[in-house]
């Protein structure tokens, strides 16, 4: 599995570095570098509005760790506005959605980076986490 640095999750044996899964380097620069070319097109049609509402989401002290994933929630709410390809995946569009709204969140404003990319991991890893296992594997 990747790690938060693009890197994939090993331990040291003997010194030396053993890597906890076995993946295919290049798959996975391929998928990167499709997921980058959705996740640009997509960052184009989403409104500062819709970022916005997001953000005040984020700032609400108030949510506890279990409801800081319901503004995930709003990730379906931002996809109808959003051209997304009638072949694509609904997972697919839904994992692009949330790492562009969240770059787009954290250079609005970039005191909620750590608050939203912990969630964003939690809603990943709740959420699509079957998906790209599947993604990768196939």
């Not at 290049?26 to 997921?35: K, Y």
């Not at 049609?45 to 819709?50: F, G, L, P, S």
């Not at 790492?99 to 980076?113: D, F, H, Q, Y």
Request: with cysteine.
């Amino acid at each position: 599995e990747l790690q938060t640095d693009g890197n994939r999750s090993g331990h040291l044996q003997n010194g030396e570095l053993v890597f906890d899964h076995e993946v295919n380097e290049e798959v996975i620069r391929h998928i990167a570098a499709q997921l980058a070319e959705i996740g640009d097109q997509f960052d184009k049609e989403i409104r500062a509005r819709e970022v916005n509402d997001l953000v005040q989401h984020f700032l609400n002290e108030n949510l506890s760790s279990e409801a800081g994933c319901k503004p995930w929630g709003r990730v379906g709410a931002v996809a109808p506005r959003v051209s997304i390809p009638s072949d694509m995946e609904k997972e697919k569009a839904m994992l692009v959605l949330a790492m562009v709204l969240t770059k787009r969140i954290a250079n609005t404003m970039p005191s909620l980076l750590q608050r939203v990319f912990s969630t964003t991991v939690n809603y990943i890893s709740q959420q699509l986490h079957n998906y790209i296992v599947r993604m990768v594997s196939a």
